[in-house]
């Protein structure tokens, strides 16, 4: 089956450990009907995902950020260079650890 951009053209990037199961019994109870048709890939772990996507802007999205996510302008952003918006678990967030390191 193919896989699309669904919404607003975008390819949805996981990385591991996941809070979440992405087999379809757990999938369909979350009423995500359409997993199976969005651009995504599964990453071991943040090093992995890197490693896989060596250019970005990657923007860090937590509760302990200095900016709002409408301060930023994205289109500032040369169009050749991807995106990525980063979260983190909805209990915790990302974990501290990486939030450090930004």
Same mark, same amino acid.
Request: proline letters at 6%; one cysteine or more.
């Given at each position: 089956?193919?896989?699309?951009?669904?919404?607003?053209?975008?390819?949805?990037?996981?990385?591991?450990?996941?809070?979440?199961?992405?087999?379809?019994?757990?999938?369909?109870?979350?009423?995500?009907?359409?997993?199976?048709?969005?651009?995504?890939?599964?990453?071991?772990?943040?090093?992995?995902?890197?490693?896989?996507? $060596?250019?970005?802007?990657?923007? *860090? #999205?937590?509760?302990?950020?200095?900016?709002?996510?409408?301060?930023? +302008?994205?289109?500032? %952003? $040369?169009?050749?260079?991807?995106? *990525? #918006?980063?979260?983190?678990?909805?209990?915790?967030?990302?974990?501290? +650890?990486?939030?450090? %390191?930004?």
């Amino acid at each position: 089956m193919k896989r699309i951009n669904i919404g607003f053209n975008a390819k949805l990037h996981l990385i591991k450990p996941l809070g979440f199961k992405l087999d379809e019994k757990h999938l369909q109870r979350s009423c995500l009907d359409y997993f199976e048709y969005l651009d995504y890939e599964v990453y071991e772990n943040l090093d992995d995902f890197k490693q896989k996507n $060596p250019v970005g802007e990657i923007f *860090y #999205l937590t509760r302990y950020g200095h900016k709002s996510p409408k301060e930023i +302008d994205f289109k500032a %952003i $040369p169009k050749d260079i991807p995106i *990525y #918006l980063m979260f983190g678990r909805e209990s915790t967030g990302i974990p501290y +650890d990486i939030y450090i %390191i930004i």
